[in-house]
């Protein structure tokens, strides 16, 4: 191995998100990704044998864990190879996807493999109305439950995401029931989204507006007896009690960056899909994994908050870990990494107002004695 390969091998990354195309044979009416023009895109998009060669470079440095993401991952023709290649590197493969271009070739390959990855299903609705009213796509619920049956019959595990725009905590509830009495799937389910996201590229206000409206108001999130659904409210408290604390002004405290690394259709590195910042973009095809990831993104990422709302309230507040707004989020809204988004704001201050960590009209970021709150509500045994 040469001196550049010793050096890969002591990195840190764990995981590599690969977004492998922009292209999708659905139409979403919440999609944050997916552009239109099919024969532009491709022609732009990284070759098989330069996704391969990041591939390898990451699995020099040590990386288990790949992700491949769209758009519809499967859309591209060339997919099986590129997975392929992967597993046969020794990576563990994550999928996300919509399942209707999965065919019995994909799910026998799938199959052929000795240790199964992640494979998640995207999906929009219980009936075909609800399906195709946000898929915009017809026969697009058959062609996915025909997709389910098929990883059933080749034994493939897969797990389902369901993607929710505007939906009620009844509609909800009603989705966890069904779900939990198929005898198959009760055990396939990896959770929801309610928190829809604008535009990764920021490339259309008007598509943003229209995505931000079908996002589900918390307070929908709430039966008629004042109860989180359950799964979710489990996830609130418990996260809470193992991550609460003041975060400071450093804007990014996650892995983004360091441990983790995303690689779009066109080869350029991101600390995250959602960070597509000119000021964080690293062009791969001009250089080399390791030296993003071990020189490029800690400098660039290495910011203090000057913006003095955000010192005020994110930096001060102890729910920050829980909260979902992340610098990602904040860029796709506002075009700045700090940036205090008043509904993730709203969402998490509601949240801790009802499982009793706040009175009402109280604020996360004023509070002093969080500390003191959370030991009361663990001796209490108030964390499911």
Not at 213 to 218: F, L, W
Request: charged residues 25%.
């Amino acid at each position: 191995m040469n001196e550049l390969g010793m050096r890969d091998r002591r990195s840190n990354i764990a995981l590599i998100t690969f977004e492998l195309t922009e292209r999708c044979n659905f139409n979403c009416i919440h999609c944050c990704v997916r552009q239109d023009d099919c024969a532009k895109l491709r022609k732009s998009e990284l070759r098989y044998d330069e996704i391969n060669d990041i591939v390898d470079q990451a699995a020099d440095m040590g990386c288990l864990y790949i992700r491949f993401t769209g758009g519809e991952p499967l859309f591209r023709h060339d997919f099986a190879l590129i997975y392929e290649h992967a597993r046969r590197k020794g990576m563990r493969v994550n999928i996300a996807t919509n399942g209707a271009l999965i065919n019995s070739r994909i799910a026998k390959m799938f199959a052929s493999f000795a240790s199964f990855e992640d494979i998640y299903l995207s999906i929009y609705g219980l009936d075909n109305a609800a399906y195709e009213k946000t898929t915009r796509t017809a026969g697009s619920y058959r062609r996915v439950y025909d997709a389910m049956a098929l990883l059933r019959a080749f034994n493939v595990p897969y797990k389902l995401k369901g993607i929710f725009p505007n939906r009620t905590a009844k509609e909800l509830i009603s989705y966890k029931r069904i779900i939990r009495t198929n005898k198959y799937l009760k055990d396939h389910i990896s959770g929801y989204n309610l928190y829809l996201d604008p535009r990764y590229r920021r490339d259309s206000p008007e598509k943003n507006a229209k995505i931000m409206s079908y996002r589900t108001k918390v307070e929908s999130v709430f039966d008629n007896n004042n109860i989180l659904i359950d799964d979710y409210a489990k996830h609130c408290m418990t996260f809470i009690m193992g991550h609460a604390g003041r975060c400071g002004p450093n804007i990014f405290t996650c892995s983004a960056g360091r441990g983790q690394i995303c690689v779009d259709s066109y080869g350029y590195l991101y600390p995250c899909l959602m960070l597509k910042s000119e000021g964080l973009s690293y062009d791969i095809r001009r250089g080399r994994l390791y030296t993003a990831i071990s020189e490029f993104f800690p400098r660039k990422l290495n910011l203090i908050s000057r913006n003095a709302e955000y010192i005020e309230k994110c930096s001060e507040c102890f729910l920050k870990p829980f909260c979902e707004q992340c610098p990602g989020k904040s860029f796709v809204e506002s075009g700045v990494y700090d940036q205090p988004l008043d509904y993730y704001c709203h969402v998490t201050n509601e949240i801790a107002q009802r499982i009793g960590l706040l009175k009402h009209s109280e604020q996360s970021w004023q509070i002093s004695d969080w500390h003191a709150r959370i030991r009361k509500y663990q001796m209490e045994g108030r964390v499911l």
